[in-house]
């Protein structure tokens, strides 16, 4: 691994320069999402997501005016000048790439095309080095007020302050997103695998998962991670595989939701993408969540217009230890409201008189007969339905979904908004295929 790239990204060479528009023909994601019909709804206005990551090429073409100045926790300028590395300017442009030319149709579209990007250049994380400073890093991109933050890194262990700082993103309502790792190991990454993280796994443009992802309990989603095409510096745009990647769509994907829901927390954030969630023909009956696709791979335009309950504070992310809203443990069960510590909180600090403790515990005396004279009427009755309702994630078929019918994407027909099978649905049909099969 080296820079700041997650481990073992595969590159198939460069895309030709003088053929922008075959750049952008090869961003099968796009038309996936169908990214037209996404962009109606939300373009990222309004949002920054900081890129930990080498520095980014703000100059290109693909990035100009989307770039803010950042840091570079290497030199101790500024980030927004890399012209030899190319990761960080790829994450940056999956996430808010603009295009250029004529009506922006040439090179590369973002996911979120009118987000910010806040570059944040690290020093080289992976095996072998030293993988201290990664909190100040964590900090930098909070405190400047990012509230999406893209790690596609891998750094092999998290230090007791690296563990704070992601506290400290959560207590600030940040959406932390990182790569699960491309060793094809049972094992996340640091990174991903700690509390309050977005795990990302890759997906191919048939919605398999990418043979190179890792996997493991603690993944959450997944995302197109194989022959992406993005923005480089050094040859101004490259193709690759990874968990890197597809980090990035999950980010760009948050990106378009904050600005779309800009009262929602970042858990909140996350139960959205994990409920409109998809899987492959084949594969709608697993257990969620799977430790390969998590809830599945995300689609944004069900993210952005389904009609899904807000949800806890914390969603389906697990709190660490140091974030202030944690419980007494330090986390919360996955989906469970945050607003019983809270309340019980406030009472403590309040200062009750001895007659509001009375009447208290007069009220207290009826709710208990009620539930006695309810569990008595329906001592013989059958049990009501499992948890794992709206908001919730027990239960089997994963967070919360009511049984589906059958079909290869669970709800609504098509992926992506579309028909199944249909021009454009990803899965793409083969060429012995007919619409519908």
Do not use: C
Request: no cysteine.
């Amino acid at each position: 691994m080296g820079g700041a790239v997650v481990a073992g990204a595969l590159f198939f060479g460069s895309a030709p320069t003088a053929l922008a528009d075959q750049n952008r023909d090869d961003q099968w994601p796009l038309k996936a999402f169908d990214a037209e019909s996404v962009w109606k709804v939300s373009t990222g206005k309004g949002v920054t997501v900081a890129v930990i990551d080498d520095a980014v090429d703000g100059s290109h073409p693909d990035l100009t005016g989307n770039v803010l100045p950042g840091k570079s926790f290497i030199d101790g300028g500024t980030a927004d000048h890399e012209q030899t590395d190319d990761h960080g300017t790829g994450m940056a442009s999956i996430i808010a790439g603009h295009g250029h030319g004529a009506g922006k149709a040439n090179g590369v579209m973002g996911l979120a095309p009118d987000a910010r990007i806040l570059p944040v250049a690290t020093p080289e994380f992976g095996a072998g080095v030293d993988n201290s400073g990664l909190a100040e890093v964590i900090r930098y991109a909070v405190d400047h007020d990012a509230s999406v933050i893209n790690m596609s890194i891998a750094p092999t262990f998290l230090t007791d302050a690296d563990k704070k700082a992601l506290a400290y993103a959560v207590q600030k309502d940040a959406l932390v997103v990182a790569g699960a790792g491309n060793h094809n190991g049972n094992k996340l990454s640091a990174l991903a695998s700690s509390p309050g993280v977005v795990a990302v796994g890759a997906v191919d443009n048939a919605g398999k998962i990418w043979e190179g992802s890792n996997f493991g309990s603690g993944l959450m989603l997944s995302a197109p991670g194989v022959k992406i095409t993005s923005a480089a510096p050094s040859k101004q745009y490259r193709e690759a595989d990874g968990t890197s990647d597809a980090t990035a769509y999950v980010s760009g994907a948050a990106a378009l939701l904050r600005s779309k829901f800009p009262n929602l927390t970042a858990g909140q954030i996350a139960n959205r993408l994990v409920k409109t969630a998809g899987l492959p023909p084949g594969q709608e009956v697993m257990k969620l969540p799977d430790p390969h696709y998590g809830y599945g791979f995300i689609r944004p335009l069900r993210a952005l217009t389904n009609d899904i309950p807000a949800g806890s504070k914390n969603g389906p992310l697990r709190i660490p230890k140091d974030a202030s809203s944690a419980g007494k443990d330090g986390s919360n069960a996955p989906g469970a409201s945050s607003s019983g510590g809270d309340q019980a909180s406030d009472q403590k600090d309040s200062g009750l008189g001895a007659g509001a403790i009375v009447g208290i515990a007069a009220g207290v005396l009826v709710v208990v007969a009620i539930i006695v004279i309810i569990a008595v009427r329906s001592k013989n009755r059958r049990n009501g339905p499992p948890p794992g309702g709206p908001g919730g994630y027990g239960g089997p078929g994963g967070p919360g979904f009511a049984p589906q019918q059958p079909g290869p994407y669970r709800q609504q027909p098509g992926p992506y908004q579309q028909q199944p099978g249909g021009l454009g649905s990803y899965p793409p049909v083969s060429p012995t295929q007919s619409p519908g099969q």
